[in-house]
Every structure is written in C-alpha cells, then in structure tokens.
C-alpha cells in the first residue's frame, strides 16, 4: 500500500496487489466468488477468521480499492461501497437505527432522501424532525430521549447551504449522537467531514467521483465499529456496487483533484456573472463573498464545489422557459457531469414536496440549479446569458 500523504498521489497511488502478471493498472474482477484451497479455508474463511474475498456482494477487489482511496481522501477507518448513493444512505440508517428511533436532520436535503425520512422509515416507525440550516445553533429542542443520529448535507442539495460541520459535532457529542453527514456536493478532495467530528460520511460517486456521467455507485465511509454494522446488514440484503463501476470510480478518483479545480473555477466565474445579472435576484455560491455562509465555507471547504444556485425573476414559469431556451447546457437528473446541467428542483427534484416545505428548504419557485461542467466557461456563460435574455 501507499505510504504517501499528499491527496493526488494517495489517489493515483492506492491500489490492490498486483497480480502475477503485474499489471500497472488494476484489472477487473469480474467474478461473482472466490474459490477455496480446501474445506479448512473455506470454514476459516466464513468464520472470518481470516481475511479474504469469498462473494462479490460482501467484498471484490475492484471495490475494495474503491473503499481504499475514499477512506484515505477523507480520513476514515473504513468504508462500505454500494450500488447508488441512495442504497448508501439507506442501508447505512437500517444498519443503526431500530424501530422508534429518531433522526434530527436538515430540512434541505436530496428529495429522494426527504422521501426516505417521510415515507419509508416512518413505516418502521423511525421517525425525523427537520432544522432551517440557519438555525443550526437552534436545533437541540428537537432533541428527544430516542434521538440516534444528527444528519445533514453540506453543501445541502439543491439550495447550495453551508452547515457548520463544527458546531453540528459539538451538538452530537453533547447528546451522545451520530453525526453522519452527506459530503457529495463537496467530494473528499474539497472537504473532509471527519475532521470536523462527523462519525460517517456519505457519498453519491454517481456525482463529481465519476464526474462523467457513466455509472452509479455509493459509499459510506468512518468509524469501523459503524461500518462493521452496516457492512453485516449490507451483506445480507444486497446493495453492493459491482466490480466494474467499483474499477471505473476507482480510476476516475486518480483525476478528481484536477477536474474538480477547473470545475471551481469554472462555476466561481459562472456565479459572479449571475450575480451581475438584472433577471437574477440572487445567487449562491460558497466562494463568493456575498454568500451568507462564507466564512464558514471558508474554514470548511479548499474551494466552493460545482453546484450555483439562483433565484430568476418571475418564478416558476420563468424557471421553466429558462430551461426551455438553454441551447447547450443539458437538462438532467444528474450533476457532477464533465457536462453544464441545469435544473429547476421546484418543478422537478422536489415538485412532490409542499410549497411551504419547499421554502423551508431554501427552494423558492424561480431556483434554478447548475451544475457547471468543464467545456469552456466563455461558452457556459453565453448560454445562461441568452436564456436569461429571453424570459
């Protein structure tokens, strides 16, 4: 293994033992089991007494790199790879938490994980209660006798809010509680969630790991004795990521310092254009000095990510023919892309949720979502311009 400390060269540098054809780059692993010298290996094996791959839905090396780099980029212990983002956030909650636990989190948060809080855990009676992002130092009054774990986003998705990942692990050590928090919009290389007192740390790798829009995949990473817990329910129901996303998001993090740089400085230039803007009423984006958070960005984050939000004048129909008059910019689900996406979360991602819960969560009707991508920013900048234009 690597001995190196530098984020670049862990990441290019990490890797699985080579085989007997000594391969410079890792091959796949594309296998569903590993066989047995004999019974003895095989009982030893299955009793983990030793260490070893014996079903690609427990362990394959392909994802084990995977697991390798994420937990080095960020710090962790150990770390759990999945199929999506989503099967990381869920199992990693049905991995913790049992019937009548209570979940304090983030009000702005992904609307497939706001469906998870409000639709499917309360089933198992697990129930949530939410915080406005700024009311953070405000939220212990939501703590409850059965409160187990602290949750958020950061930056949160799609409003592009800062939490104080400092004083949220202050507030979970003070009640014995899990801090577990969503780093996808930041990536490992821009910031590490553990040194400000996170227990577990998740991501969606279908975003800026990949970074280009060709497979899904997951992971949650921290403390060994919580991912033991939630490697033991993932191997029994399933979510594992395959070995080939697992080979082709390993490869893809050996680039993520130098594509998320350029992305940076891509969307910095695209925020400070819109906030120039007469048919924008505001914009937000870690970096720029007017963002309401950005002292704390600043102490938490190297840079302010890809994702800028923005308010069009006009509301939810300017928000859509916005969209409708964009000429290269894709509209997606997705974001992270080497691609410019936009998307209107109030008529989209989050359309299920109240107009009420919407604002809550710093969605307003003409929010507009950009995940800006990496062809030339002169380019991004004239397409958002002619689209704002023509309202």
Avoid at 220 to 232: A, F, H, P, Q, V
Avoid at 240 to 247: M, R
Avoid at 258 to 272: G, I, M, Q, S, Y
């Amino acid at each position: 293994m690597s001995k190196h400390k530098n984020f670049e060269t862990e990441a290019i540098r990490t890797q699985i033992e080579r085989s007997q054809f000594l391969e410079h780059s890792n091959p796949l692993y594309l296998t569903s089991s590993f066989v047995f010298e004999d019974a003895e290996d095989m009982r030893a094996s299955f009793a983990e007494e030793k260490e070893r791959n014996i079903y690609s839905r427990f362990t394959n090396p392909n994802t084990s790199e995977f697991v390798q780099k994420i937990c080095k980029m960020e710090g962790a212990e150990d770390g759990y790879a999945f199929a999506t983002g989503m099967s990381a956030i869920f199992s990693t909650f049905a991995a913790l938490l049992n019937a009548g636990d209570h979940i304090v989190s983030s009000r702005s948060v992904f609307g497939s994980t706001n469906s998870l809080f409000n639709k499917f855990l309360p089933k198992w009676n697990i129930t949530t209660s939410f915080f406005n992002v700024n009311e953070v130092d405000n939220i212990e009054h939501l703590i409850t006798s059965n409160t187990k774990i602290l949750y958020a986003e950061s930056p949160t998705n799609p409003a592009v809010d800062v939490l104080d990942l400092e004083l949220l692990s202050t507030i979970a050590k003070k009640h014995n509680l899990l801090l577990i928090i969503d780093n996808c919009f930041a990536t490992p290389y821009l910031q590490n969630p553990i040194a400000f007192g996170a227990d577990l740390v998740i991501h969606s790798a279908t975003k800026l790991i990949d970074g280009q829009g060709r497979v899904l995949g997951g992971v949650t990473i921290g403390k060994s004795d919580l991912i033991r817990e939630i490697y033991l329910f993932s191997r029994n129901t399933g979510p594992a990521l395959s070995p080939f996303n697992a080979w082709v998001l390993s490869k893809s993090l050996e680039t993520l310092s130098v594509r998320v740089d350029k992305h940076c400085e891509n969307a910095l230039k695209v925020a400070e254009f819109l906030e120039a803007h007469n048919a924008v009423s505001f914009v937000k984006y870690p970096f720029l000095p007017s963002y309401p958070q950005y002292k704390i960005a600043k102490k938490q984050m190297k840079a302010g990510g890809n994702i800028v939000s923005f308010e069009i004048k006009g509301g939810v129909d300017a928000g859509r023919k916005f969209l409708n008059t964009l000429k290269m910019c894709s509209l997606s689900a997705n974001l992270g892309d080497t691609r410019t996406i936009a998307t209107h979360p109030a008529s989209t991602t989050h359309s299920k949720l109240s107009a009420e819960d919407r604002l809550e969560a710093g969605i307003s009707d003409g929010l507009v979502r950009i995940s800006v991508g990496l062809e030339n920013v002169k380019d991004i900048i004239e397409d958002l311009d002619q689209a704002l234009k023509n309202i």
